[in-house]
């Protein structure tokens, strides 16, 4: 699976940004977002199933993110609102061949295939 996210940028808080992530290759089962602030380590965000009927997210992002797919092209998002400064992070769209199950995507480790980072910053 290849995977090219783009979207990120330079947001005021309070405000939106979409991050978008191209995914060709083999099927995927399920995909989702992790962020890695500096300093810190990799952090889960968001996943979802492929069909998009199970979706899981970080409480710390739980309301104001929402994870989804083109069904036409199959491109990946991130639609992130209200945006705080601590949002501001590298985020990394993700994807495995297997489906969303209890007690995946919880860290690193448990994916397969990962997109290059892309630089969300929030400023005060």
């Known amino acids: 699976v290849q995977l090219q996210a783009s979207g990120g940028g330079l947001v005021q808080a309070g405000g939106s940004l979409k991050l978008s992530c191209e995914a060709s290759g083999r099927t995927i089962g399920s995909y989702g977002w992790f962020r890695q602030a500096g300093g810190k380590e990799r952090e889960f965000v968001a996943a979802?199933?492929?069909?998009?009927?199970?979706?899981r997210y970080a409480d710390s992002v739980k309301g104001r993110f929402t994870i989804g797919r083109n069904n036409i092209d199959n491109t990946l998002h991130l639609q992130m609102n209200f945006l705080k400064p601590e949002d501001t992070a590298v985020y990394y769209c993700?994807?495995?061949?297997?489906?969303?199950?209890?007690?995946?995507?919880?860290?690193?480790?448990?994916?397969?295939?990962w997109g290059q980072g892309t630089l969300v910053t929030v400023s005060s």
């Open positions: 993700a994807a495995n061949s297997e489906p969303l199950y209890t007690g995946g995507w919880t860290n690193e480790r448990q994916i397969s295939y």
């Open positions: 979802s199933s492929w069909r998009g009927d199970k979706k």
